[in-house]
Antibody, heavy 121, light 104 residues
């Protein structure tokens, strides 16, 4: 079955960077883009960007353009999200999710369990 | 921008819940998606293409709409439907609405 398993919770100091992993299984890794979405405590969902696991090409939300990097290691079917220049506003749960297409429609059909990143001095 | 209303909806079990998602400009219904997020969990795909239920979603959930106005309806609310519901437009830069919290 399709699974996206993320790495564990992280604590970082302001100004530091964090790298979260998302290991995919149960489907052809190269066939589905992987998106990252974050959720600050008590807040809604915020889209960060996506990566094409086949080519490695990326597309980032404007809010994160200069601070986020999505990479992948196809040999272990894993996608990484690295966020730099952390501030307390980056404290959030970070989710990876797989995009799927049914005919003309597109949707995030499987999600990772989420990784809590806490930024605190 | 996707605007969801109301922010919070209080409904009795067995009653109908109607959630709205309004886009600031016309969007393709092919890319209008609804997710359900229960407390402490990852979002779950509910509806895609504005009106197609995802696998395993009960038929008390239905979606409709086109252009700028979309609706998610829960025909007979069950206690397990308590959650926050988000609409999303999967465009060049995928965008989420602010969510509607459904409570009993």
């Amino acid at each position: 079955q399709v699974q996206l398993v993320q790495s564990g919770a992280e604590v970082r100091k302001p100004g530091a960077s964090v790298k979260v992993s998302c290991r995919a299984s149960g489907y052809t890794f190269s066939a589905h883009y992987v998106h990252w979405v974050r959720q600050a405590p008590g807040q809604g969902l915020e889209w960060m960007g996506f990566i094409n696991p086949n080519s490695g090409s990326t597309n980032y939300a404007q809010n994160f353009q200069d601070r986020v990097a999505l990479t992948r290691d196809a040999s272990i079917t894993t996608v990484y999200m690295e966020l730099s220049g952390l501030t307390s506003d980056d404290t959030a749960v970070y989710f990876c999710a797989r995009i799927n297409r049914v005919g003309p429609a597109a949707m995030l059909d499987f999600w990772g369990q989420g990784t809590l990143v806490t930024v605190s001095s | 921008v996707l605007t969801q209303s109301p922010g919070t909806l209080s409904v009795s079990p067995g009653e109908r819940a109607t959630l709205s998602c309004r886009a600031s400009q016309s969007v393709s219904s092919n890319y209008l998606v609804w997710y359900q997020q229960k407390s402490g969990q990852a979002p779950r795909l509910l509806m895609y293409g504005a009106s197609t239920r995802a696998s395993g979603i009960p038929d008390r959930f239905s979606g409709s709409g086109s252009g700028t106005d979309f609706t998610l309806t829960i025909s007979r609310l069950e206690p397990e439907d308590v959650a926050v519901y988000y609409c999303q437009h999967y465009g060049t830069s995928p965008l989420f609405g602010g969510g509607t919290k459904v409570e009993i």
